[in-house]
């Protein structure tokens, strides 16, 4: 009983989401990856809304630039509020292991804005890849 309400929630949820019920929301993220202390480019950056049932929603993606830049942004309408999270993607001192490391940024609730556009930039800082992460796994399919 308690499964089918959920599915019934998530269902509404989607329905909802379809007829242009909820609001638009919006988030954006910035940052610099290091690899040993240098630039780290071609790294893959995805913003997503992290749903408590079903898959996650890709809101936008980027690659970091020579200089080991990024910069995601992207908006979905939701009824609730929206959990913005980052996935990076990399090889850095990775040698010829399979598939790429990742590791995920929780983006803080005060950097949701209200609309398309978003009003404030969350700014992940420098981030040293050569290190692990917690909760770092490998992804091969992203």
Same mark, same amino acid.
């Given at each position: ?11 509404? *949820? ?9 609001? #638009? #929301?919006?988030?954006?993220?910035? *940052? ?10 071609g ?53 010829t292991?399979?598939? #790429? ?23 992940? *800082?420098?981030?040293?890849l ?7 796994t ?5």
């Amino acid at each position: 009983m308690f499964l089918r309400g959920l599915v019934f929630v998530a269902l509404l *949820g989607v329905g909802f989401c379809l007829l242009g019920i909820g609001e #638009q #929301q919006s988030a954006s993220v910035t *940052g610099l990856l290091k690899c040993n202390g240098k630039p780290y480019s071609g790294a893959l950056i995805k913003l997503y809304d992290k749903d408590k049932l079903g898959k996650d929603d890709l809101l936008g993606s980027s690659k970091s630039d020579a200089d080991g830049s990024y910069a995601a942004s992207g908006h979905a309408r939701e009824i609730l509020s929206i959990d913005p999270k980052i996935n990076i993607y990399h090889d850095c001192n990775d040698g010829t292991k399979p598939c #790429q490391r990742k590791f995920h940024i929780k983006i803080p609730k005060d950097y949701i804005s209200s609309g398309k556009t978003p009003e404030k930039v969350f700014d992940a *800082g420098t981030l040293e890849l050569a290190g692990h992460f917690h909760g770092e796994t490998r992804d091969c399919l992203h």
